[in-house]
């Protein structure tokens, strides 16, 4: 019986190795498979980022050369709108050598002006007020001060020497000012 016994324990310890190696081997095969199928995902996935990175930069450069051709387009608008007083200047300036009148030159020069500010004007751009008002760093550049008698002088713009102006409400020159000291 001892025989019937060990012969029994031979044979499960033969049928248990066989069921190892049997789990052995189909465990490594699903682990390949998935490294295999992850190795897939990686390669998928970097693709796409490869072609979002491609479009991305071809918007930004797409984005790029449409502002350029926008400031140049901007510019030949203005421009464009600047050609008649241009033409006015220059019939003024014929005008003149013919005639001689200055005060036909003052009437034709006063339109002209009128004219280039309303261009100007329908583009954005405004006149700083400065005489008489409170001395603003943002808006004045001061050349000198003046002394003054008046206390409410004090700190007040006297003078305007070169006038400011905004643009859509941003300061792009400031007003050259002399104020009171």
């Known amino acids: 019986m001892d025989k019937d016994k060990q012969e029994k324990e031979n044979n499960e310890l033969e049928n248990d190795e066989s069921?190892?190696?049997?789990?052995?081997?189909?465990?490594?095969?699903?682990?390949?498979?998935?490294?295999?199928?992850?190795?897939?995902?990686?390669?998928?996935?970097?693709?796409?980022?490869?072609?979002?990175?491609?479009?991305?930069?071809?918007?930004r450069k797409r984005a790029m050369k449409e502002k350029i051709e926008q400031i140049k387009l901007a510019s030949e608008e203005l421009i464009v709108n600047l050609l008649p007083v241009l033409d006015d200047?220059?019939?003024?300036?014929?005008?003149?050598?013919?005639?001689?009148?200055?005060?036909?030159?003052?009437?034709?020069?006063?339109?002209?002006?009128?004219?280039?500010?309303?261009?100007?004007?329908?583009?954005?751009?405004?006149?700083?007020?400065?005489?008489g008002e409170i001395f603003n760093i943002e808006m004045h550049e001061a050349i000198t001060q003046i002394p003054v008698e008046d206390e409410t002088l004090k700190g007040k713009v006297m003078d305007e020497m070169e006038k400011g102006y905004y643009l859509h409400e941003k300061v792009i020159r400031f007003a050259k000012v002399i104020i009171g000291n």
């Open 19 to 59: 069921q190892e190696n049997t789990n052995d081997t189909s465990s490594e095969n699903s682990h390949e498979e998935e490294i295999k199928s992850l190795k897939k995902e990686i390669e998928e996935h970097k693709d796409k980022y490869l072609r979002l990175y491609a479009d991305f930069e071809n918007l």
């Open 89 to 131: 200047l220059e019939r003024a300036q014929q005008s003149y050598q013919q005639n001689k009148n200055a005060e036909a030159l003052e009437e034709g020069i006063q339109l002209i002006y009128q004219k280039f500010l309303k261009i100007l004007e329908q583009r954005g751009l405004k006149p700083i007020i400065s005489k």
